[in-house]
């Protein structure tokens, strides 16, 4: 069990970010610690706290003494950290004159990220050689990479994954999900800053034979804002070249950022099972397109991330006066359907999601136009898309 006080989760008051698997990483931690006050003695408060250190092996350790009773919002008390580097610190409280000391809470790990400028050195965003078009809604982009690693490796200390993208990401290393953030990097404005995340990959990546594949949607960086506003399709307000940014940055130091791709609609999709693991053919895949450095600042997210929370099963599934099937959630919320289904070879399946209803069919006027055709699939999985209500048609 943790020993009271323990040290809170580091955060940064400009940037924090956290991982699927692993430590939190900051340019500029901010510490806190906390407890409960039940442990120790009645009207038990902290007046001064002491922060230990430790920068590595053969660093001594160091001893930060805080003469205040704040419990938050602790500066960061040791040197600037480097990027990628990582400390670990543990926290002890004291109590009023009279009251007795905690004892050293469990060690907590800080990892910075990619701080200066030049780390991002020779990594260069990529997108499809093929005409997307600048009117038109942007298809999927697959982009993936083989890659071995020296097979007399002993031992993969870690692995990290940096990564942003011209649109919306979802990143997987050996078939396996790299990320639990949902619409990742997030709604940003694309011409001042531009988010990068940064994961914990040491578990996916073995020694020998490995792939990493990125899967890339138009988002708000290419996909249309705001509807239609006096005959006006606000597409493409950044830009209409989708791709992605990735450095996979192992210890001992190696580095990957070319990347292959190949541009297939979704009802192909059930093709591409396997399609980011080293087993997957991929001759017939195309090259990519190097695209002009960004000229945004590349800055770790200054909020929580959009993460899945939990899975709901519909609570009506009927058909509409029209004869179409609208599967109700009974309530409104932001999410991404999955669905499985089975017919005819060929048959046409569209979704479309709504808040409410209205005599007996969805009420369609606020989402507009936010029909997904769908074809040739059994499992449908709308990564990019979020819904509340949808109505499913078939079809010829």
């Not at 940064?12 to 409960?36: C, E, F, I, N, Q």
């Not at 009773?69 to 009023?96: F, I």
């Not at 982009?141 to 919306?168: C, P, S, V």
């Not at 499992?379 to 949808?390: C, E, G, P, V």
Request: hydrophobic share 35%.
């Amino acid at each position: 069990m943790t020993t009271w006080p323990s040290v809170a989760e580091p955060r940064s008051l400009k940037s924090h970010l956290s991982t699927t698997k692993g430590p939190w990483r900051l340019p500029k931690p901010v510490l806190a610690y906390h407890g409960d006050l039940n442990v120790m003695q009645k009207n038990w408060k902290p007046s001064a706290c002491n922060i230990q250190m430790s920068r590595g092996a053969g660093i001594e350790l160091r001893i930060h003494s805080f003469n205040t009773s704040q419990s938050r919002y602790l500066a960061w008390p040791g040197d600037t950290l480097e990027s990628k580097e990582e400390t670990c610190v543990r926290v002890r409280a004291h109590g009023l004159t009279y009251q007795p000391s905690t004892d050293w809470s469990d060690w907590v790990t800080v990892e910075t990220g990619l701080i200066q400028p030049k780390d991002w050195q020779r990594v260069l965003s990529i997108a499809s050689r093929q005409n997307l078009g600048k009117g038109k809604p942007k298809s999927l982009l697959y982009l993936r990479k083989n890659f071995d690693l020296n097979t007399k490796l002993t031992h993969i200390q870690k692995a990290r994954l940096y990564i942003t993208a011209l649109g919306l990401y979802g990143a997987e290393i050996n078939g396996e999900r790299v990320e639990d953030h949902v619409l990742a990097p997030g709604f940003q404005f694309f011409k001042h800053l531009h988010v990068y995340d940064t994961y914990d990959a040491t578990e996916p990546v073995s020694r020998g034979r490995n792939a990493i594949g990125i899967l890339v949607s138009q988002g708000w960086y290419a996909g249309r804002l705001f509807g239609h506003i006096e005959k006006r399709d606000f597409r493409n307000l950044y830009g209409f070249r989708i791709g992605a940014m990735c450095l996979l940055k192992l210890w001992p130091a190696v580095r990957f950022t070319d990347l292959q791709r190949r541009d297939l609609r979704l009802r192909k999709e059930s093709v591409m099972t396997g399609w980011s693991t080293a087993s997957f053919y991929n001759g017939d895949w195309l090259s990519v397109e190097e695209l002009p450095p960004l000229t945004a600042a590349l800055v770790l997210s200054d909020g929580p991330p959009v993460r899945k929370l939990k899975e709901l099963q519909p609570k009506e599934i009927f058909q509409s006066v029209s004869g179409k099937v609208i599967v109700d959630f009974g309530h409104n919320f932001a999410g991404c359907a999955r669905i499985t289904v089975s017919g005819p070879s060929g048959t046409d399946i569209i979704l479309r999601n709504a808040e409410v209803l209205e005599n007996g069919e969805i009420e369609t006027k606020p989402p507009r136009t936010t029909d997904v055709p769908a074809r040739k699939f059994e499992n449908l999985d709308l990564h990019f898309t979020a819904s509340a209500m949808l109505r499913l048609t078939t079809g010829p």
